[in-house]
């Protein structure tokens, strides 16, 4: 089992391009959330998705953008990059119903925007 | 909405010893409170958890405790080992309810075993 699967693992981008980081899940969880992680902030929510088609907002969602076109995958985008956004991401998903709570994390996507 | 603070940020302690990390929350609704490890190049992983019904919850040499009048909860570690160096965060949220929980994470705790 794969589990949770990120792409690309690391990438180095110009200020300005536009950017998609990929999240791919084979537990058929029906949510699914992009956390970026910086040193001294700990993890930090910028979007979610409780199923296919809906997505919500979370604490850092600016500059950010998601979709979640079915159960499986859940893209996050940055349409302009700016070198705030430089951090690791990290997809995680869980089972809504009938699950212990526990959020099974991707192994993240380190982003550089020079 | 809910904020959690967790100290210490570095924790560096001999093979053997107790480690103690320790998280305060704000938002007395929040009932569900999580421990993650994250270990050098990976994902956080669920270590243990603890819902509010109860004080207390072991497993093995890893225990949580929790005050919710106080509002903060601990990890502690006993009889330390190597393995158990890492990045420790802890988290608080709503346990059911509306949508998905959406958890709040503290910043982090650098666990070092020194041997």
């Known amino acids: 089992i794969a589990g949770i699967t990120q792409a690309p693992t690391s990438q180095i981008l110009a200020a300005g391009r536009r950017m998609t980081l990929r999240c791919t899940q084979d537990m058929r969880h029906n949510a699914m959330y992009w956390y970026r992680q910086d040193l001294g902030l700990g993890l930090r929510l910028i979007h979610y998705s409780n199923t296919a088609g809906t997505t919500g907002k979370g604490e850092v969602p600016d500059g950010y953008s998601v979709s979640r076109a079915n159960t499986d995958d859940f893209p996050l985008t940055l349409a302009s990059a700016v070198p705030s956004q430089t951090s690791v991401y990290f997809c995680a998903s869980k089972p809504l119903a009938g699950g212990t709570g526990e959020l099974f994390f991707g192994e993240g996507s380190r982003l550089t925007v020079l | 909405g809910e904020n959690v603070e967790q100290h210490p940020s570095t924790l560096s302690v001999q093979e053997g010893d107790s480690a103690v990390i320790k998280c305060t929350y704000s938002d007395s609704a929040s009932n569900y409170f999580p421990w993650y490890k994250q270990e050098l190049g990976k994902g956080p992983q669920l270590i243990i958890d603890?819902?509010?019904?109860?004080g207390e919850k072991k497993d093995q040499r890893i225990a949580v405790t929790l005050n919710k009048t106080a509002k903060h909860f601990s990890l502690h570690i006993t009889e330390t080992q190597p393995e158990d160096s890492a990045v420790y965060f802890c988290?608080?949220?709503?346990?059911?309810?509306?949508?998905?929980?959406?958890?709040?994470f503290g910043q982090g705790t650098r666990l070092t075993i020194n041997p």
């Open positions: 603890i819902r509010s019904n109860v």
């Open positions: 988290a608080a949220s709503m346990w059911g309810g509306q949508g998905a929980q959406k958890l709040v």
